[in-house]
Structures are given as structure tokens and as C-alpha cells.
T-cell receptor, first 112, second 115 residues
Framework: ETGVTQSPTHLIKTRGQQVTLRCSSQ?????VSWYQQALGQGPQFIFQ???????GRGNFPPRFSGLQFPNYSSELNVNALELDDSALYLC???????????FGQGTRLTVV | QQQVKQSPQSLIVQKGGIPIINCAYE??????FPWYQQFPGKGPALLIA?????SEKKEGRFTISFNKSAKQFSLHIMDSQPGDSATYFC??????????????FGQGTTLQVKP
């Protein structure tokens, strides 16, 4: 167990809807990153939050947005869902100036 | 553009064998190379990581070999067990406040260890 928890575990949404995924980082970790993992692929970096500010973003459109809260938990919001957004969404946290990132169990999003 | 290439895509070994998974990277600015293990329905779990100032690192049955000049690194699993059957991902990142968290992953290798 990494101490990184994500909710919900599974989610089914309709194309065009909006979704919010949540992540609680490991105790003492102030940096949270989000990844999208399509079936049979490696995770793809979406963005990273450090002390409530976005400080790194991958090649994802603006309809992917996020927040980090004072307790370092984080949200990933996706607007105007598309079928290709169906994937496992992973949250990873790190802290203490260390490079090691620890992942949660993920949220499986299905867009129909 | 694929910055980290991983091979093979799948691998089958007998119990006790030594599976080897290889990765190649393009960006010479990468300076952190972790390996993750992922079971179905779970998130990736950090196994072992290496930095380019060493050529080899061992943790338990897992060993990373690193070749900086060739821009390649590999994972060896000694005395493999059926419980090691999982998907393995290599990754790479570079230092810097906004870059450190950005892991670039390979495509993954599905390992099956037969009893």
C-alpha cells in the first residue's frame, strides 16, 4: 500500500458530460501528478501540482484541468468527455524533495 | 514521439529463470530511471530506480543495468516466481522543478512466469 488513495474506483459517463476524479496524496507528500493509462499502454503524463499550483503539463487539451488543495489532495476534471477519454486515471504523489513517485490504484473511467 | 522504447512486449519464462526487459531512451537530459510493476486492476508500484552515475543497482531479486553511452537500461529478475507475473514499465524523467514529476513511460512488458 502506497498511502495514495483515489476515488471513485470505477465510473461510467456519457459522451459530452463532465467528470471529477479525486486523489489523496501520501502523508507528507506535497506534489501530485496525474496520468492517463489507456488499455495496453504505458501511463501518459497529464499535469502536476505543487503547493496548489500547476507546474508541469503534458500534451493534453485544456478540457483536462485540475486543482490541488491546502491538504495536498487533488482533483482532475475533464469536460466534454470523448470516447477516447476512456482509460485508467492514475494519481501519483511524492514529497520531501525526493524523486520517487508513488501511485494510487487508479480510477477506471468508461465513456459511452 | 516515443521517447522511451521498451522491449519485448511480452515474455514467458519458467520459474527460476531470469527475465530481462530492455529500455532505450532518446533524451540525454533524463537523469532518473525507475521501473514499475503493475498487476491487473492496480496502480503501478515502484520496484527499483537508478541514476546515470552508476552502472548497476540491485534490490533483492531485481537488478537494473544502465549503459549511459548506449542510452539503454534493463531490468533483470533473478530466480523469477509465478508471483512476479505482471506488467513491467520502465520510465525516465529529468530534474527540475516542473520536470521532476513528469515520468515518460515505456509501452510495458507483460511477464508470465510458469510454475
Amino acid at each position: 500500500e502506497t498511502g495514495v488513495t483515489q476515488s471513485p474506483t470505477h465510473l461510467i459517463k456519457t459522451r459530452g458530460q463532465q467528470v471529477t476524479l479525486r486523489c489523496s496524496s501520501q502523508s507528507g507528500h506535497n506534489t501530485v501528478s496525474w496520468y492517463q493509462q489507456a488499455l495496453g499502454q504505458g501511463p501518459q503524463f497529464i499535469f502536476q501540482y505543487y503547493r496548489e499550483e500547476e507546474n508541469g503539463r503534458g500534451n493534453f487539451p485544456p478540457r483536462f484541468s485540475g486543482l490541488q488543495f491546502p491538504n495536498y489532495s487533488s482533483e482532475l476534471n475533464v469536460n466534454a468527455l470523448e470516447l477516447d477519454d476512456s482509460a485508467l486515471y492514475l494519481c501519483a504523489s511524492r514529497g520531501g524533495g525526493r524523486t520517487e513517485a508513488f501511485f494510487g490504484q487508479g480510477t477506471r473511467l468508461t465513456v459511452v | 514521439q516515443q521517447q522511451v522504447k521498451q522491449s519485448p512486449q511480452s515474455l514467458i519464462v519458467q520459474k527460476g529463470g531470469i527475465p530481462i526487459i530492455n529500455c532505450a531512451y532518446e533524451n540525454t537530459a533524463f537523469d532518473y530511471f525507475p521501473w514499475y510493476q503493475q498487476f491487473p486492476g492496480k496502480g503501478p508500484a515502484l520496484l527499483i530506480a537508478i541514476r546515470p552515475d552508476v552502472s548497476e543497482k540491485k534490490e533483492g531479486r531485481f537488478t537494473i543495468s544502465f549503459n549511459k553511452s548506449a542510452k539503454q537500461f534493463s531490468l533483470h529478475i533473478m530466480d523469477s516466481q509465478p508471483g512476479d507475473s505482471a506488467t513491467y514499465f520502465c520510465a525516465a524523467s529529468k530534474s527540475g522543478s516542473s520536470n521532476t514529476g513528469k515520468l515518460i513511460f515505456g509501452q510495458g512488458t507483460t511477464l508470465q512466469v510458469k510454475p
